[in-house]
């Protein structure tokens, strides 16, 4: 069985060897299995990788990695294999970046376009200049952060999205998002939120616009890590809300007593697969080594419950309800630090 992406491969190999073998003494190769194609061609120090792919579709993408000394350049993405095959010619002719970038738009797209994007914002927001950073995450995707002592933004394209998100930190912790439209408004936002540092209650009257939710407030009254946990609570009380398994309604109603019991706000609430976890974690992604209650939903009615804290562990089954047993565990969970 031929998948698309080898043929779009082959046909690419074909087009190379073409147009650009006959003119060079070049070396060109085609490497795949499955889904998985990619064809090489290199001349001397120059070289360049193209990736096959398809889109939903089946639109053909060209992922090129276009490389110096096996040191990587610039990356092109393009659904044209005639654009792909002019572009790797070029960059064999040992042109630079520069006239690649005048001659093939797409070469490095997200990259210039961030780099745009920070010009915008410094022109606005000057004192950003030593806090800004283009960090490669690699194929082509690209993050602008900009920062200050404890707030950050990063900015960054998803798929095929011609508007950038923007996401704004505040000690690391995501506070809310926005798709930049508009390259201004996204500037002003930067610039209140880092430069001059304005409180997420005075963002929401001067940015109508942004959708700030409740977790911001908890940081704006010197409460992050109260805020985080009652935001993770909420989190997993719609994560069982949204799921049709039997045990849903009494899982729903224990998360219920124990947030009446104020446990939302000093613990963590997490989940793994439809496993509940609690645990002292300061941000989402347990470590093994942290202390944490696991609540297993065994059937309609019965859960097996594990306290692990440190090398101890103990865990009993009972019903899916509140106990004095499962309080002495939680009680326990509570009294090792916030990590």
Known sequence: MEFPEEKFARQLYNEMSRQIVPRRSVQLSIQGGGVQWHCSISLVERSATVHCFTLSNETPEFLTFFRSSDQEIATARTSSMESTVR??????????????????????????????IKQTVLQCAPALE???????????IYY??????????RISYYGKNEAPDVICHWDDCELFKFRGIDLQFLANVIKRWLCDETQPSEMRKEFPALSIGKLADYYEAGKPIEGEFVDSWDHIERFYDE?????????LDLIHHLR??????????????????????????????????????Q????????????????EFVTEIAPSQVLATFLNQLVESPVD
């Open 130 to 140: 030593n806090g800004s950073e283009l960090k490669y995450w690699g194929s082509g």
């Open 87 to 116: 572009a790797v010619s070029q960059w064999l002719d040992s042109d630079d970046l520069t006239r690649l970038y005048e001659s093939f738009p797409f070469v490095d797209h997200l990259k210039r376009r961030l780099l745009s």
């Open 299 to 314: 059937s309609e009615h019965e859960m097996r419950v594990s306290l692990k804290i440190g090398d101890t562990q103990k």
């Open 243 to 251: 799921r049709n398994f039997p045990p849903r309604p009494r899982v």
């Open 260 to 297: 009446s019991q104020g446990y939302d706000r000093i613990l963590r609430a997490g989940q793994s697969m439809f496993t509940f976890i609690l645990s002292r974690s300061r941000r989402h992604g347990l470590r093994l080594d942290q202390s944490c209650i696991y609540f297993e939903f």
């Open 144 to 153: 602008l952060w900009l920062r200050n002592r404890t707030r950050s933004a």
